[in-house]
T-cell receptor, first 115, second 113 residues
Framework: GAGVSQSPSNKVTEKGKDVELRCDPI?????LYWYRQSLGQGLEFLIY????????KSGLPSDRFSAERTGGSVSTLTIQRTQQEDSAVYLC?????????????FGPGTRLTVT | SQQGEEDPQALSIQEGENATMNCSYK?????LQWYRQNSGRGLVHLIL?????REKHSGRLRVTLDTSKKSSSLLITASRAADTASYFC?????????????FGTGTQLKVEL
C-alpha cells in the first residue's frame, strides 16, 4: 500500500508570506505527527493528532504555527508570516496507535526555504 | 543535553567492518527506536526495543538497551556502502509523552568501498 505522502516536496517563499504543508498518512493510521528538522540537526517534535482527541500542540514554536487534521486523515500544517528561521525540512509521520509501542512511518518531507 | 544523544556524531568505516553507534537518554522510557535517514529526507524505522528487553536482532542489526545506564547501542555488522546514512535513536517517555518520540541529533555513518 501507499506510504505517507507530503506536498509540496519543496517550497520557497518570501519572508512574511503564509505557507501550507500537506500530509497524507497511511490509511487506517489513527495517529499523525509533524516534526521539523533543521540542517544537520535531529527532529524537533511539533504536534500530534490521535483519533478524535485534542491534538498535542506542545511542540509548536510559536502562535504562527497551526495544524489541523480533517476527517481523521489528511493534515495541513500552516505557518503564518514566515520567518527565515522557519527554513527547515518538515516531516510528517503516522502510526497505528498512540500509547503503544508502534513504529512511526515517515513521509519524504517538505523542504521549506524562506528568503 | 537533549533526550536521546548519539555518539559518535560521525563515523567512517570500510565496507565489511562493523559499525557501532551509541545513544544516551535522560528520563525513563517505554521503548527506544532506531531510525535511518538518507539524504536528509524521510526516516525509515529500523528496530524497536522495549524497556523490558535487553537485546534485539534484525538481520545485520543488533540493538542493546541498558535501562540502568539509560543507554542503547546499535551495531551494524558486515557494513555495506548502502548503509551510508544518518542514524537516530528516538525515545518514548513513560509519562506525558504519549507516543511522541524524542529524537537525538544522530550519527552520520559513511561506509567506504
Amino acid at each position: 500500500g501507499a506510504g505517507v505522502s507530503q506536498s509540496p516536496s519543496n517550497k520557497v517563499t518570501e519572508k512574511g508570506k503564509d505557507v501550507e504543508l500537506r500530509c497524507d498518512p497511511i490509511s487506517g493510521h489513527t495517529a499523525l505527527y509533524w516534526y521539523r528538522q533543521s540542517l544537520g540537526q535531529g527532529l524537533e517534535f511539533l504536534i500530534y493528532f490521535q483519533g478524535n482527541s485534542a491534538p498535542d500542540k506542545s511542540g509548536l514554536p510559536s502562535d504562527r504555527f497551526s495544524a489541523e487534521r480533517t476527517g481523521g486523515s489528511v493534515s495541513t500544517l500552516t505557518i503564518q508570516r514566515t520567518q527565515q528561521e522557519d527554513s527547515a525540512v518538515y516531516l510528517c509521520a503516522s502510526s497505528r496507535a498512540v500509547g503503544k509501542a508502534y513504529e512511526q512511518y515517515f513521509g519524504p518531507g517538505t523542504r521549506l526555504t524562506v528568503t | 543535553s537533549q533526550q536521546g544523544e548519539e555518539d559518535p556524531q560521525a563515523l567512517s568505516i570500510q565496507e565489511g567492518e562493523n559499525a557501532t553507534m551509541n545513544c544516551s537518554y535522560k528520563t525513563s522510557i517505554n521503548n527506544l527506536q532506531w531510525y535511518r535517514q538518507n539524504s536528509g529526507r524521510g526516516l525509515v524505522h529500523l528496530i524497536l526495543i522495549r524497556s523490558n528487553e535487553r537485546e534485539k536482532h534484525s538481520g545485520r542489526l543488533r540493538v542493546t538497551l541498558d535501562t540502568s545506564k539509560k543507554s542503547s547501542s546499535l551495531l551494524i555488522t558486515a557494513s555495506r556502502a548502502a548503509d551510508t546514512a544518518s542514524y537516530f535513536c528516538a525515545t518514548d517517555k513513560v509519562t506525558g509523552g504519549g507516543n511522541k518520540l524524542t529524537f537525538g541529533t544522530g550519527t552520520q555513518l559513511k561506509v567506504e568501498l
